[in-house]
T-cell receptor, first 115, second 113 residues
Framework: AQKVTQAQTEISVVEKEDVTLDCVYE???????LFWYKQPPSGELVFLIR??????QNEISGRYSWNFQKSTSSFNFTITASQVVDSAVYFC????????????FGTGTSLTVIP | DAGITQSPRHKVTETGTPVTLRCHQT?????MYWYRQDPGHGLRLIHY???????DKGEVSDGYSVSRSKTEDFLLTLESATSSQTSVYFC????????????FGSGTRLTVV
């Protein structure tokens, strides 16, 4: 079975603080893909990153960074020097090759950045 | 340059009436998906399609049917809408089925009263 857990329901930080959003996944597939999406108040889903199971390299994109650790089945997302525009709901998702490539989403983490 | 559009964007309907939501793509992608988003559940897959007339059920398919008679259109039908189907519905498309190039539509907010 595939499952994604985002234990943090809501997080509030003060602008310029760093914040890490946790994502823990479960799958028996050896080939799978992990994603992060941002959903701002306007409601659309914005793609942030895709990572396949064979690539454990961490990635940095501007103020965003991702830490993929297969040993702990985690794919955490860090925002450095948070800004008000980062306020949104963030979803972690899993797609596995043997399950029709459908996405399994976590329940999301609502991030509020206070100016 | 949306590539994927959903219609309608908002709809209010009465319990027991049939409702059809449309997802239209201009990317010629093979895979199309319907999800619903509810508080505390994230997004959950309703149905998906891997080609014209090829569809399969997702996690929460009860009460929903789909059709795909053309590559570009994927229709989601609620045969007899219930209040539990009040939700935001997202369509998604994917070129290769491995998650690469996965694109979501803007969503349809459906309210069943």
């Amino acid at each position: 079975a595939q499952k994604v857990t985002q234990a943090q329901t809501e997080i509030s930080v003060v602008e310029k603080e760093d914040v890490t959003l946790d994502c823990v996944y479960e799958t028996r597939d050896t080939t799978y893909y992990l994603f992060w999406y941002k959903q701002p108040p306007s409601g659309e889903l914005v793609f942030l990153i895709r990572r396949n199971s064979f690539d454990e390299q961490n990635e940095i994109s501007g103020r965003y960074s991702w830490n993929f650790q297969k040993s702990t089945s985690s794919f955490n997302f860090t925002i450095t020097a948070s800004q008000v525009v980062d306020s949104a709901v963030y979803f972690c998702a899993l797609s596995a090759a043997n399950t029709g490539n459908q996405f399994y989403f976590g329940t999301g983490t609502s991030l509020t950045v206070i100016p | 340059d949306a590539g994927i559009t959903q219609s309608p964007r908002h709809k209010v309907t009465e319990t027991g009436t049939p409702v059809t939501l449309r997802c239209h793509q201009t990317e010629n992608h093979r895979y199309m998906y319907w999800y619903r988003q509810d508080p505390g559940h994230g997004l959950r897959l309703i149905h998906y399609s891997y080609g014209v007339k090829d569809t399969d059920k997702g996690e929460v398919s009860d009460g929903y049917s789909v059709s795909r008679s053309k590559t570009e259109d994927f229709l989601l039908t609620l045969e007899s809408a219930t209040s539990s189907q009040t939700s935001v519905y997202f369509c998604a498309i994917s070129e290769s089925g491995n998650g690469y190039g996965y694109t979501f539509g803007s969503g349809t907010r459906l309210t069943v009263v």
